[in-house]
């Protein structure tokens, strides 16, 4: 089984609570992943609330927590990749990571039998900023 890591290439503010009203806010994070070969891979995207610390530079701490399918990339066969969680949408958590796999339907999470290098696959992420 190998770990096939997302390469952050975006970061957009979505979403963010009025001021006073909270410190929650939703960024789309956008990733290219080398070739994915089904069940017998593990997609990650690492260090994601550090990539977003980089570019907003606002001095906060950033705490990850989740992320979800938020639009398909594309591998260089034009199959629509997503980056799910392995049994639901959601992406598991760990830390600063995402763990799921690379899915042909966001709403499903039907891992993809294999793929070659994926381009511009959309993840939201939420996060809290202390």
Known sequence: MAVINGTIIG?????????GAGT???YLI????????GAAD???ITGV?????????NGRTITLRGG??????????A????FTGTSVTAATLSSDDLTGQLSTD????TEITTSTACTGVGVLVVVDES
């Not at 609330?49 to 530079?57: D, F, H, K, L, Y």
């Not at 199959?79 to 997503?82: G, T, Y």
């Open 49 to 57: 609330g550090a990539a977003i610390s980089a570019q907003v530079r």
């Open 68 to 77: 979800i399918s938020a639009s398909a990339g594309l591998d260089t066969a």
């Open 11 to 19: 970061i957009t503010l979505a979403n963010a609570t009025l001021q």
């Open 106 to 109: 966001a709403s499903t999470a």
């Open 24 to 26: 929650r806010k939703t």
């Open 79 to 82: 199959q629509a990749v997503h």
């Open 42 to 44: 593990t997609a990650t």
């Open 30 to 37: 956008t990733a290219n992943f080398a070739a994915y070969n």
